[in-house]
């Protein structure tokens, strides 16, 4: 009852939030994507956090540390490089050019007759086929946790359920695998409903209420998620035997090489695959999709009201995504490996992967008392919540700014759309969206897997958007030819080489070499963007780099772009450095390998306070805020 009690207060605290920002969000849609660009920076960095703790990922997690160990971490730890260049380099660029999505920043960006129709592919890209993968991924995950713990056929009236169960069993749908040993009709029932009920909430608050409703839900989301993780990772270490007994009870478990593989943060030589390793983590941070914060992290720093703001966002961002939940995710991964121990055989069989993911879900059941099991189950969903609300906002703004407002009302339509007209396309585009990735969903299998795949096809277009921010030279066609590159080797790839991990390394490195090739060949051979749109758009957006020519024909110093892009390149710089060290320190003493000495932990601890105070002095002063930092005379 306690655990009821506390879900529906959660419950009803979302729709709250969407009634009380209903009307706000109802005037346009500059009030309804961007809360009319009044989000404070630390509520901005705290619901991007939200959206990225996502109900998939503590599953992914445990995945990982099964099957590869902590090093395997990384994959997931060197997006905090990202998410640094986003807060020093990219947050104010999105913020002043003054768009709604990116997908209309190619509207501000490039010239040429390709500029409408990129626009309109982007939003439908990204807006639809990527954004729908990644609806998918974190729905997976929500019917796993939904199986544990919501058994609609022991709680409904049994005539009410049977009809609901013969709808199914007619339809022959088919919603993921049962992880506690149900028929597949009644584990695809219960799925079903748990979905719909939870996609009705999420739904009701994020189409009602807009941006601010999202963000306003996403500080308590996430603040829920971290205190249930925190309780859950107690549980499991105090089962476990202690921070001080994991180790000895992996060496009891699995034999000394194994668990210093294990716990170990890097690879531990060529025997575990040094080279692919160093590739794919070298490379994964730039090639994807939000290279530049594409998607929901620009539209948060597009809604900050000063770069600063937008700044601060995305630095609260990165240190609550790759340190703070990290830690805790790691305590649980470890500590459910010593609790659930496998063989040999166990781990290269079929569906392993897929079996370690699920126990994340199952270990709360087992290992939480009431009260701590309500705390932890609410915030899954509020992960889950945080995560499907931002990405139907996000979706949603490209079918209605970009689709139906930059092509199908001008040119299909003939006349400009109101602006009542456009936030009621809005809120049908979040159904249409949920729909579609509910499809997508019955069709997917292990959530690593997925993952897999998606990084796979947004590898392609990572340098090109970083390098349209950084080089004048990019048009738009060196954008169509990464995508296009891109949606012919993916499949090409996926053929070739499947889907399993041991490839990764050889697919990454294929796409990134062959889109980054073809974009910047591309660039060259096609003709540049015109000379007006590059000098409005960089008197507009002051951007950082090499824009040598459009700066001289705006009065700059040449030169001026590119120290700028230094500066905010140490700071990226001394705040990786500070975050790495303490991640790596931190993560270390509370998990040391087998007969390890604790002086590099404490070592890298010292390190990483001691540069605490130089970044934040950089963030918080006005060093990166002055207006004419760009706009000194040429030749000074």
């Given at each position: 009852?306690?655990?009821?009690l ?24 500059h ?5 009319g ?17 996502a ?43 003054g ?27 990204y ?8 609806l ?42 049962s ?129 600063r703001q ?13 340190l ?9 991964a ?38 701590a ?51 009621r ?64 080797t ?44 590059l000098?409005r ?51 270390r ?48």
């Open positions: 009852m306690l655990d009821l506390m879900v529906l207060a959660f419950v009803l605290y979302g729709l709250c939030a969407g009634m009380r920002a209903r009307g706000k969000a109802s005037q346009s849609l009030e309804y994507f961007l809360a660009r009044t989000i404070k920076g630390w509520r901005a960095g705290v619901s991007m956090a939200a959206t990225q703790f109900a998939d990922t503590p599953l992914l997690v445990s995945g990982l540390v099964a099957t590869a160990g902590v090093f395997a971490l990384w994959r997931l730890w060197i997006y905090g490089l990202a998410f640094l260049m986003l807060a020093w380099v990219f947050a104010s660029g999105w913020r002043r050019a768009v709604l999505t990116d997908a209309e920043l190619t509207r501000v960006r490039y010239s040429g007759p390709a500029v409408v129709p990129l626009r309109l592919f982007k939003a439908l890209y807006g639809t086929v990527i954004n729908c993968v990644v998918a991924m974190v729905l997976v995950a929500a019917i796993r946790i939904a199986e544990v713990f919501l058994p609609w056929h022991t709680w409904l009236p049994s005539g009410f359920y049977q009809v609901i169960l013969g709808v199914v069993e007619a339809s022959g749908l088919r919603l993921g695998e992880i506690g040993g149900l028929d597949r009709a009644t584990a695809t029932t219960n799925n079903l409903i748990s979905i719909v009920l939870i996609l009705a909430f999420t739904g009701m608050y994020s189409i009602t209420g807009g941006l601010r409703a999202v963000v306003q839900t996403d500080v308590l989301q996430l603040s829920v998620a971290m205190l249930g993780t925190l309780a859950y990772a107690w549980f499991v270490v105090d089962a476990a035997g202690g921070l001080a007994g994991l180790t000895d009870r992996l060496v009891e478990l699995y034999g000394a090489q194994r668990a210093d593989q294990l716990l170990s943060f890097a690879p531990s030589g060529v025997g575990d695959a040094l080279m692919p390793f160093l590739l794919i983590v070298g490379l994964q941070w730039l090639f994807q999709m939000n290279a530049d914060g594409t998607g929901y992290l620009a539209q948060r720093c597009m809604a900050c009201p000063t770069d937008a700044r601060i966002a995305g630095l609260v961002f990165t240190w609550v995504q790759v703070l939940r990290s830690l805790l995710w790691l305590a649980i470890i500590g459910l490996l010593v609790l659930y121990p496998f063989s040999p055989e166990e781990a290269g069989g079929a569906g392993f992967t897929a079996a370690r993911e699920a126990l994340f879900v199952t270990g709360i059941d087992a290992l939480l008392p009431p009260g099991r309500g705390l932890m189950l609410i915030g899954l969903l509020a992960a889950l919540a945080s995560t499907v609300d931002t990405h139907l906002n996000w979706g949603a703004s490209y079918w209605s700014n970009d689709v139906y407002a930059g092509v199908v009302a001008p040119r299909l339509l003939k006349r400009k759309p109101r602006n009542e007209e456009l936030v396309v809005a809120r049908l585009s979040n159904v249409l969206i949920l729909l579609i990735a509910m499809f997508i969903m019955a069709n997917l299998g292990s959530i690593q897997t997925a993952w897999f795949v998606s990084l796979l096809f947004g590898a392609g277009m990572g340098s090109v958007l970083v390098l349209r921010w950084l080089w004048e030279r990019i048009n738009l066609y060196s954008e169509l030819a990464a995508m296009v590159a891109s949606l012919v993916a499949p090409l790839l996926l053929h070739m080489l499947g889907t399993g991990p041991a490839q990764e390394w050889i697919r990454l490195g294929i796409m990134s070499l062959v889109t980054c090739t073809a974009a910047i060949l591309v660039s060259f051979v096609t003709p540049a963007t015109d000379e007006r749109t000098d758009f960089y008197r507009r957006v002051r951007p950082f780099g090499f824009w040598g020519r459009t700066a001289v024909r705006c009065g700059v110093a040449p030169s001026a772009s590119l120290k700028a892009l230094g500066r905010r390149l140490l700071a990226v710089a001394i705040t990786a450095l500070s975050l790495y060290a303490l991640l790596f320190g931190m993560g003493l509370l998990f040391p390998h087998p007969d390890g000495e604790s002086w590099p932990a404490w070592s890298c601890i010292v390190l990483g306070m001691a540069l605490v105070p130089v970044w934040l002095y950089l963030a918080l002063s006005d060093r990166f805020d002055d207006p004419d930092e760009l706009h000194a005379p040429a030749g000074k």
